[in-house]
Nanobody
């Protein structure tokens, strides 16, 4: 089992930046990939970004390409999401996720409680 805790959310103005962190604990040795998802009021949860822990390959949703960057620190068992040029439509609860399955097609197994990101216009 892996425990995930997000931090770094808050209120920022449009055009500003924010960096989210996700600290992982427990059985982290076999984790294949970690990622970020978000859910805005009245909308379904959507994929934002992901990174494989073995090769470090990254993946992004079209809506955040060029603005967001995902990274990880192996020593700290922590992943980050650097968010630049934030827009009001980025407002959502952001969730950290992890999975053991060694495939991009396997659903994520574990989730953090989420952190609120609010971008004012």
């Amino acid at each position: 089992q892996v425990q995930l805790v997000e931090s770094g959310g808050g209120l920022v103005q449009a055009g500003g930046s924010l960096r989210l962190s996700c600290a992982a604990s427990g059985r982290t040795f076999s984790v294949y990939a970690m990622g970020w998802f978000r859910q805005a009021p009245g909308k379904e949860r959507e994929f934002v970004a992901a990174i494989t822990l073995s090769g470090g390959s990254t993946y992004y949703a079209d809506s955040v390409k060029g603005r967001f960057t995902i990274s990880r620190d192996k020593a700290k068992n922590t992943e980050y999401l650097q968010m630049n040029s934030l827009k009001p439509e980025d407002t959502a609860v952001y969730y950290c996720a992890a999975k053991y399955g060694s495939s991009l097609y396997v659903p994520y197994d574990y989730w953090g409680p989420g952190t609120q990101v609010t971008v004012s216009s």
